[in-house]
């Protein structure tokens, strides 16, 4: 993981959005800065700002010009990064868990097949080693109820797709690299997808219509395609293993 | 801004929901309204009669508005007294297909009927028939300068692109695969983002210019993702995105760099307008 070496690196830009860059590559331990930096702000400046927004290694303060300069806002930034550095982020957010029903391979997950064989493992181990972890949400976002999480075992961390699905169903539950996601609503994209849950991941009548956050936990758990039918439509809010 | 100023036009508040129209629509009026038509500055024909866009127009119950593109303008905005009945969603009553939300949740179809909020039309007319935008704007839409210049400031990775001024330096052309997501740019690449390939996803907005590996910009509108992985060059200003959704296929472009205190006096304009849309009586007197 590189670093610069003041920590973070910060751009104002549009008029209106503070960036702030955590680091330059993906690591858990950046996605940890990241969190206990984005609930700091969330803590100590919501009311300032409009809208705090993170992504995978970095985050987006949105802000209103007229009610403070984007200078007011990245010094603040500056001085809740020092501040964070030193709690725990316990301190900041109590995750919670969620476990995420899986249908694996065939017409779920057309690429299993793929990670089987660029892992050299069994479709079985494959699935395995997917639901044998505890993954942490990194972030939300690209089309609503993405949730991207970490980390993949190496051992099954195939990359992306070179050209990009056009449409993708929803549900469907992608590696890409060390990073495993669940498109909430169908949509292009370039992800390996290995399985696809029946849960409706984002909801906008609900509130919130998404109940997960980054910093949560999330674990898959393999299901039957009989079980898939049984489930399909439930909240993942409402659903409990 | 269009859709603001639409609505202004009608005596609505700004944020009520306007029908958005790419291309050609026919409305049958089931009653008396007051109703605008704003953006680009397309044909509008009430029955058979030619009427002006960005102006109120009585219409009574029976009318067909007919509304034909020129050229002039891409997106054109119908707004009609008392407002397009739809739920806000999230805060907003903008239709996304793609989530299949807001409103219908899909575009319209024909024979789709619209629930217009109560408001009395005669009494509408009588506070807003005199209405007009300021003329600068509406010449602006009806024959937008070409190219036209984008202001933008630095985005998140305009250091990891050496060749950015290229983007700076040249004239690029709306292509036909531009929809409300984003405007994808034909013109000079940038080799630089070939090298680059995927970054770590950033949170993505309207504005951004994003630069894939082919090197030819794309830029965010208003059904923008909210995280990329592609290298974001530059930020284009809200007022400008406004002015660039209004280009068909075919019509240039070029970019500004300005710096932040630049942009933020412009978005403090823009949200300020928003907020108030600029009008004036007739007479050329202020209103608001």
């Given at each position: 993981?590189?670093?610069?070496?003041?920590?973070?690196?910060?751009?104002?830009?549009?008029?209106?959005?503070?960036?702030?860059?955590?680091?330059?590559?993906?690591?858990?331990?950046?996605?940890?800065?990241?969190?206990?930096?984005?609930?700091?702000?969330?803590?100590?400046?919501?009311?300032?700002?409009?809208?705090?927004?993170?992504?995978?290694?970095?985050?987006?303060?949105?802000?209103?010009?007229?009610?403070?300069?984007?200078?007011?806002?990245?010094?603040?930034?500056?001085?809740?990064?020092?501040?964070?550095?030193?709690?725990?982020?316990?301190?900041?957010?109590?995750?919670?868990?969620?476990?995420?029903?899986?249908?694996?391979?065939?017409?779920?997950?057309?690429?299993?097949?793929?990670?089987?064989?660029?892992?050299?493992?069994?479709?079985?181990?494959?699935?395995?080693?997917?639901?044998?972890?505890?993954?942490?949400?990194?972030?939300?976002?690209?089309?609503?109820?993405?949730?991207?999480?970490?980390?993949?075992?190496?051992?099954?961390?195939?990359?992306?797709?070179?050209?990009?699905?056009?449409?993708?169903?929803?549900?469907?539950?992608?590696?890409?690299?060390?990073?495993?996601?669940?498109?909430?609503?169908?949509?292009?994209?370039?992800?390996?997808?290995?399985?696809?849950?029946?849960?409706?991941?984002?909801?906008?009548?609900?509130?919130?219509?998404?109940?997960?956050?980054?910093?949560?936990?999330?674990?898959?758990?393999?299901?039957?395609?009989?079980?898939?039918?049984?489930?399909?439509?439930?909240?993942?809010?409402?659903?409990?293993? | 801004?269009?859709?603001?100023?639409?609505?202004?036009?009608?005596?609505?508040?700004?944020?009520?929901?306007?029908?958005?129209?790419?291309?050609?629509?026919?409305?049958?009026?089931?009653?008396?309204?007051?109703?605008?038509?704003?953006?680009?500055?397309?044909?509008?024909?009430?029955?058979?009669?030619?009427?002006?866009?960005?102006?109120?127009?009585?219409?009574?119950?029976?009318?067909?508005?007919?509304?034909?593109?020129?050229?002039?303008?891409?997106?054109?905005?119908?707004?009609?007294?008392?407002?397009?009945?739809?739920?806000?969603?999230?805060?907003?009553?903008?239709?996304?297909?793609?989530?299949?939300?807001?409103?219908?949740?899909?575009?319209?179809?024909?024979?789709?009927?619209?629930?217009?909020?109560?408001?009395?039309?005669?009494?509408?007319?009588?506070?807003?028939?005199?209405?007009?935008?300021?003329?600068?704007?509406?010449?602006?839409?009806?024959?937008?300068e070409a190219p036209l210049t984008l202001r933008a400031t630095l985005g998140i990775h305009t250091h990891l692109l050496e060749d950015v001024e290229l983007l700076l330096r040249n004239e690029y052309v709306v292509t036909p695969e531009s929809d409300r997501m984003g405007y994808r740019l034909d013109g000079e690449p940038l080799p630089s983002a070939k090298k680059l390939g995927r970054l770590p996803s950033v949170p993505t907005d309207r504005?951004?210019?994003?630069?894939?590996?082919?090197?030819?910009?794309?830029?965010?509108?208003?059904?923008?993702?909210?995280?990329?992985?592609?290298?974001?060059?530059?930020?284009?200003?809200?007022?400008?995105?406004?002015?660039?959704?209004?280009?068909?296929?075919?019509?240039?472009?070029?970019?500004?760099?300005?710096?932040?205190?630049?942009?933020?006096?412009?978005?403090?304009?823009?949200?300020?307008?928003?907020?108030?849309?600029?009008?004036?009586?007739?007479?050329?007197?202020?209103?608001?």
């Open positions: 993981m590189s670093r610069k070496p003041s920590g973070i690196r910060v751009v104002r830009s549009g008029g209106y959005i503070v960036h702030i860059d955590i680091c330059e590559e993906v690591s858990m331990d950046c996605v940890k800065d990241m969190h206990k930096l984005y609930y700091s702000i969330k803590k100590e400046i919501a009311d300032l700002v409009d809208e705090i927004v993170p992504g995978v290694t970095s985050i987006a303060v949105y802000y209103d010009p007229r009610k403070i300069s984007g200078e007011a806002v990245e010094s603040k930034v500056r001085e809740l990064w020092l501040w964070s550095r030193s709690i725990d982020i316990a301190e900041l957010y109590k995750p919670r868990r969620f476990t995420i029903p899986v249908a694996y391979g065939g017409e779920f997950g057309p690429d299993l097949q793929f990670v089987s064989s660029w892992s050299k493992l069994s479709e079985e181990e494959v699935v395995k080693i997917h639901t044998s972890r505890v993954y942490t949400v990194i972030t939300l976002g690209f089309t609503p109820g993405f949730v991207y999480m970490g980390e993949v075992d190496p051992a099954i961390s195939a990359p992306r797709l070179e050209t990009p699905r056009v449409r993708i169903p929803k549900g469907s539950v992608g590696i890409a690299g060390r990073m495993t996601g669940v498109y909430g609503l169908e949509s292009p994209g370039g992800w390996r997808l290995i399985g696809r849950t029946p849960l409706t991941m984002f909801d906008y009548r609900k509130n919130p219509p998404i109940p997960i956050h980054p910093g949560d936990e999330v674990v898959f758990k393999s299901i039957r395609p009989e079980e898939f039918e049984k489930l399909f439509g439930v909240f993942v809010g409402d659903y409990s293993a | 801004m269009s859709a603001v100023i639409a609505n202004a036009l009608v005596g609505n508040e700004p944020r009520v929901a306007v029908i958005e129209v790419f291309g050609a629509i026919a409305v049958h009026l089931l009653g008396d309204f007051v109703v605008s038509v704003t953006g680009g500055y397309p044909k509008v024909f009430l029955d058979d009669v030619e009427v002006e866009p960005w102006t109120p127009l009585y219409c009574r119950q029976g009318s067909t508005l007919r509304i034909s593109p020129t050229g002039a303008g891409r997106v054109h905005y119908v707004a009609v007294s008392g407002g397009v009945v739809c739920d806000e969603i999230l805060g907003s009553m903008s239709t996304y297909t793609r989530g299949a939300m807001g409103c219908f949740g899909r575009p319209l179809r024909p024979g789709d009927v619209l629930e217009i909020g109560s408001v009395d039309p005669a009494e509408v007319w009588e506070r807003v028939s005199d209405l007009v935008p300021p003329e600068q704007l509406v010449s602006r839409h009806a024959k937008p504005g951004y210019v994003q630069v894939p590996p082919d090197g030819k910009p794309i830029v965010l509108m208003s059904d923008s993702q909210t995280t990329g992985g592609y290298a974001v060059a530059l930020h284009v200003l809200p007022q400008d995105t406004d002015f660039l959704a209004q280009l068909n296929p075919g019509q240039k472009v070029r970019f500004k760099l300005v710096d932040i205190s630049e942009a933020e006096a412009s978005v403090r304009t823009y949200l300020e307008e928003v907020n108030k849309p600029p009008l004036y009586r007739k007479e050329l007197e202020y209103w608001g």
